[in-house]
């Protein structure tokens, strides 16, 4: 994991897996340029996953204010190259995770019903999925999904 730098952005705009093109379209109507630098901007940190030197994804976590405190999102938005370096991409989005889940008892995000190895993927990270419901601009179906984590005896 490296700090995100200005070409990693372009890069993960130009080589995004269009399943991810496709789920940022439908949920906020961004093309891939915007949901980078919207997603980024938005974090309270985002990291480069980078193997062999080729980029992988960009992950980072937001807050949202909500009526009784704050909402933990993460995000995930990968390039081709993940196909190729599946293994890498795996270890790489679980030590993210990982980190996240230590900082916040409750990780919460949508996920397009469509996207089935995001799906699955998630699942590998530890997060619940929920059945789908109708969410962002196209209101197609959408997973809730969650990772709570207990906190730890003292």
Known sequence: MVEVEEAHVQLLAATMRDEDAAEVMASHGFMP???VRDSVARSVQSVAVVADG???CLMGLAHAERPG????IPWCLSTKTVDRKRRA???GTHV???AMAKQNRVLFQMVDARYEKALRWVK??????????PFGVAGLPFHPIVRRTEPCAT
């Open 33 to 35: 340029e915007a949901a």
């Open 54 to 56: 080729e980029l992988l």
């Open 69 to 72: 405190g704050s909402i933990a």
């Open 89 to 91: 991409f795996l270890v």
């Open 96 to 98: 993210v995770v990982e």
């Open 124 to 133: 590998l990270l530890g997060f619940t999925v929920h059945p789908a419901i």
